[in-house]
């Protein structure tokens, strides 16, 4: 295993993607995020090596390295803290919006293979559009916070008879006490 090893650097960035990691670095309320996004930018904009950002930041090479990596195959999102067991993720706004447009949409209006939402559904929908994985619970308590109360689907018989409510209520017969 002899020969350098080829220096990982981020590539200059877009202004799409440099206004990106701007705003997650001043955004973020978690200050491991603002620490990665800042690698990145030191990487990206004073071109500086693995060793030299972990000195600025107060990480080892290593940690550097593997947020580097990530960005580099994953872009911003790579950057956030990985769904960890227990409690689930604090629903952003961003995530809110998300949900509420969802739910307001035909499920294959968004190209989707069934026509209609389930807690499960829009948990799954949502993780694959914000990279937020929630448990069905949340996704319930988000709608009902929006006055959206999600029951299970009522499969309702009906017929095109016109006498059918009357036969209808006449097969429920009350029961004898």
Same mark, same amino acid.
Request: aromatic share 6%; net charge positive.
């Given at each position: 295993?002899?020969?350098?090893?080829?220096?990982?650097? @981020?590539?200059? /960035? !877009?202004?799409?993607?440099?206004?990106?990691? *701007?705003?997650?670095?001043?955004?973020?309320?978690? =200050? #491991?995020?603002?620490?990665?996004?800042?690698?990145?930018?030191?990487?990206?904009?004073?071109?500086?090596?693995?060793?030299?950002?972990?000195?600025?930041?107060?990480?080892?090479? @290593?940690?550097? /390295? !593997?947020?580097?990596?990530?960005?580099?195959? *994953?872009?911003?999102?790579?950057?956030?803290?990985? =769904? #960890?067991?227990?409690?689930?993720?604090?629903?952003?706004?961003?995530?809110?919006?998300?949900?509420?447009?969802?739910?307001?949409?035909?499920?294959?209006?968004?190209?989707?293979?069934?026509?209609?939402? !389930?807690?499960?559904?829009?948990?799954?929908?949502?993780?694959?559009?914000?990279?937020?994985?929630?448990?069905?619970?949340?996704?319930?308590?988000?709608?009902?916070?929006?006055?959206?109360?999600?029951?299970?689907?009522?499969?309702?018989?009906?017929?095109?008879?016109?006498?059918?409510?009357?036969?209808?209520?006449?097969?429920?017969?009350?029961?004898?006490?």
């Amino acid at each position: 295993m002899g020969g350098m090893k080829k220096a990982i650097r @981020v590539p200059p /960035l !877009t202004e799409e993607q440099h206004a990106a990691l *701007e705003q997650l670095y001043r955004r973020t309320k978690l =200050p #491991r995020v603002r620490t990665r996004a800042q690698m990145v930018l030191l990487s990206a904009e004073q071109r500086l090596k693995a060793e030299e950002i972990a000195v600025i930041v107060r990480e080892s090479a @290593v940690t550097v /390295l !593997t947020w580097l990596k990530r960005y580099l195959a *994953e872009g911003i999102e790579g950057l956030q803290d990985a =769904p #960890r067991a227990g409690r689930s993720a604090i629903v952003t706004e961003e995530f809110r919006k998300s949900l509420l447009e969802s739910v307001r949409r035909r499920p294959r209006s968004l190209g989707l293979a069934f026509s209609m939402w !389930t807690l499960q559904r829009l948990a799954d929908d949502l993780a694959e559009k914000t990279g937020l994985r929630v448990s069905d619970e949340t996704i319930r308590r988000e709608l009902a916070k929006e006055g959206i109360v999600f029951s299970r689907p009522q499969h309702t018989i009906s017929s095109p008879d016109p006498e059918y409510q009357v036969k209808k209520r006449r097969w429920k017969k009350p029961e004898m006490g």
